[in-house]
């Protein structure tokens, strides 16, 4: 049996220890478990980032997996600490919408609210329950500890509202939803609507050329374009460069896209 | 039995392999050890940082975990190494101070020097002991090597000078001993000695209201307060904001509290 | 049996998922293997830098271990992906130069196109093939997978030219390769052609005076010197300070050495 393993999402950056103590716990609870560090570099408190991540990454892994995500600006107030079971993957996060993503995607699940005192660290902080509910809980989880023990079932999760693309006619109107390391602008607008005969305006710049290609290299270096994502969304990229930057773009930047792709189309 | 695991902390960034070659040389020695990242991200040649960033997790990880604290800047002079057993957690870095905050809060310790040539790389440079030293002797203890094999026993090893909060009659006076990411400023004043009727005075910003809470949620986004912090110490933070950029503050900076909470007190 | 390590080696950075997505695909196909991270801060893009880093750490690894190493520009464009075993070690690589160091450094190589869809993500896209490609790849080696069945042999892969130092006379020229975290400036120089009485020229500033020594506290803290670092090559580096900064150089700024040292020499 392979152990069990444990991902890690926070906004903690590594040089305070604080993400120390977290594996650190879960050492201590679950010394098996195969810690791995998905993000610490977060924007601090930025639900929204850490919603998208964890998006792009919490299906790939096998059932039997626990997601920890710790972003958590209200640590210590009354948001809920929850642990649930999405497509038979588990997760502990606070209560604050940081699943939003991963519950729009999935068929079954479960959420309980964390409050089983003797599943946590018996003295807990106001400020680092990354450490004092969280790391233990997943430790507990990885252990094999039924969801149920933790606390009473959630119906009610806290979720974000993401911003859908919409489709008006022959013309999509959508928006950045996330700008990665590169510059990548990612939009919520379905890549497949798009075809070589679409046209690509940024509203923030109306001028602007932006080439369809299904590659990168559609293109020559410098150039924008309009290409389909690994997530399968409509992506405004900079070959070789940096489309955030270039654009002075980032997440809600509105795009719109005429000559929708839909198999035949009037000129 | 559960495989040993080995963490690492270091300001050695990862973008140079630098980090990567201690991983290999570990795991050319103890294939099945886990090897669980603390940071490489302390500031370069910070060994006072790098000294609270042990403290935060060396001793929630369980018994027989080796720590590997790589901050170096004598490396190659005439620093000692040293392996060292602190309340039964195996330990292997230089000899400069960085185990400071870990020495003084042990009961039980032994330190050897590291000198016994057959455990170390054979060839060693005078500028990477991280390689050539640290990870081959952290292997060798994760592998069950006992430490007296390692060298002769040290007495006296270095330890940074730790600022203390200290109290005057109703008073008490301390400093920021760490700046997080998050831009706390945690003081070395004791948490429980602050209370609602405590006045918290910055000496570098003497007008600023500071509040007090239990819990950052106890006062409005943007606002000031101090709280105990996780490790039980006064922490000066702004919710939802950075206390550190706001208030142009870090290591060092002096806080001031008067009516000091003791049960009773005259007015 | 200890289980195999796969190493990963990106420009991703982390907070996007682009590197969990990787992780969980891996985990889904080989749940026992252990992930080491190596870097996901290589600069965007650069093939150079993430050659010169893979160089630092590959054969430290024991054989059997699988190197994934993603810095991949022309993603979705013509541009093979490798696979390969370099001394027993296994890789896997985008076919642009990144495997440059480590091939100019082996006896026994193999190297097959990975082309084999069935040991890869069934759809694929144009944008991510560290998910989609390089990380089921290296976890299908990791599982056993022969080398022979990701493809065909590959003979002539892409290698970039690195410069080599001349040797003219007495003199030896050479250049930076490589510019480190703490600003050390790494030459192609090899070092055991310094000696005490060898001059170091700065080419972009020729009235520097440049020390030679053994380690760095041979010179005063903030002196330039000159000394050999752990892969065995000159490095300008500056005490307790940083070389690049304080010299305003990088790659490719060029080193001159007059008095080479050989035994013997007349002045």
């Known amino acids: ?44 408190g930025d639900i929204a980032a850490a919603a998208w991540c964890l998006g792009m990454y919490w299906r790939e892994y096998p059932r039997g997996s626990v997601h920890v995500c710790v972003v958590d600006p ?10 649930a079971e999405l497509d038979g993957r588990l997760f502990v996060a606070p209560d604050n919408g940081v699943l939003t993503r991963a519950l729009a995607a999935v068929r079954e699940l479960r959420i309980v609210e964390i ?6 660290r018996p003295q807990r902080s106001a400020t680092f329950h990354g450490r004092d509910v969280f790391a233990p809980a997943a430790a507990h989880l990885a252990s094999g500890i039924p969801l149920g023990r933790f606390g009473n079932a959630v119906e009610d999760p806290i979720s974000l509202t993401l911003p859908e693309a919409r489709v008006i006619g022959d013309a999509i109107s959508g928006e950045v939803v996330h700008s990665d390391r590169f510059g990548n602008l990612i939009t919520n607008i379905p890549g497949n609507l798009v075809t070589g005969e679409s046209r690509i305006i940024l509203e923030w710049a109306p001028t602007q050329r932006v080439a369809t290609g299904a590659t990168y290299s559609d293109v020559a270096v410098g150039e924008v374009l309009g290409l389909t994502g690994s997530a399968g969304f409509l992506e405004i990229a900079v070959r070789d460069g940096n ?25």
């Open 1 to 44: 049996v392979a152990p069990r393993r444990i991902t890690l999402l926070t906004d903690f950056g590594t040089a305070d220890g604080y993400v120390g103590a977290m594996k650190g716990v879960i050492a201590a609870i679950a010394p098996a478990a195969l810690i791995d560090d998905i993000s610490h570099e977060i924007v601090a």
């Open 74 to 83: 209200g640590v210590g107030g009354a948001r809920r600490a929850l642990a």
């Open 115 to 120: 409050s089983s005192d003797n599943l946590l």
């Open 243 to 267: 489309a955030s930057q270039r654009l002075g773009a980032g997440r809600g930047a509105r795009v719109h896209i005429d000559a929708v792709g839909r198999g035949t189309r009037t000129p």
